[in-house]
């Protein structure tokens, strides 16, 4: 079975804690990503993503020349290990109604995130590798249908 470090992202943007809003938003555009991991000392603390520019900052009207990362974060944030199973990643992203995890070494460290897009891409890519498969007949027999 596939691990999380198989087909997460490994180039993370991340941002300190004191980051103004403004830059944050200005690198998840120039980058087009969807969301920048706050650490500190190299550890995730925090996360701000898409949503919490539109219901924290925009939706209240807080000031993004003025307001830090600190001030918006989603925090603490939900983590997970790169040799850890990647059903069991998409499992918790359901459980928990989130669409990113931060990946962390054994001593806490980031070392990469895993998205709703790089499921999906891992999915794809299992769904043309079985497609392809049974095409060959590897399959053959397995969903057979019994009269």
């Known amino acids: 079975m596939d691990q999380v470090a198989d087909v997460m992202t490994k ?3 991340t941002s300190t804690e004191n980051e103004i ?6 690198v998840m555009y ?3 990503i969807g969301s920048v991991v706050v650490v500190r000392s190299n550890k995730p ?3 701000i993503t898409e949503r919490d520019l539109t219901c ?3 939706a209240n009207n807080i000031q993004p020349k003025v307001a830090t990362a600190r001030d918006i974060m989603t925090s603490p944030i939900v983590s997970i290990k790169p040799n850890d199973n990647v059903y069991y990643a998409f499992k918790i992203m359901n459980e928990k109604g989130i669409k990113k995890l931060p990946v962390t070494n ?3 460290e980031l070392i990469g995130i895993l998205t ?3 499921i999906l891409r891992y999915f794809n890519q299992k769904r043309k590798e079985f497609v392809m498969d049974a095409l060959k007949g590897v399959h053959k027999g397995v969903y057979a249908i019994e009269s």
């Open 21 to 26: 809003i403004l830059n944050i938003a200005r």
């Open 106 to 108: 054994e001593t806490g």
């Open 56 to 58: 924290k900052v925009v």
């Open 11 to 13: 180039d993370v943007q």
């Open 45 to 47: 603390v925090g996360i």
């Open 30 to 32: 120039s980058k087009k």
């Open 116 to 118: 709703q897009t790089d």
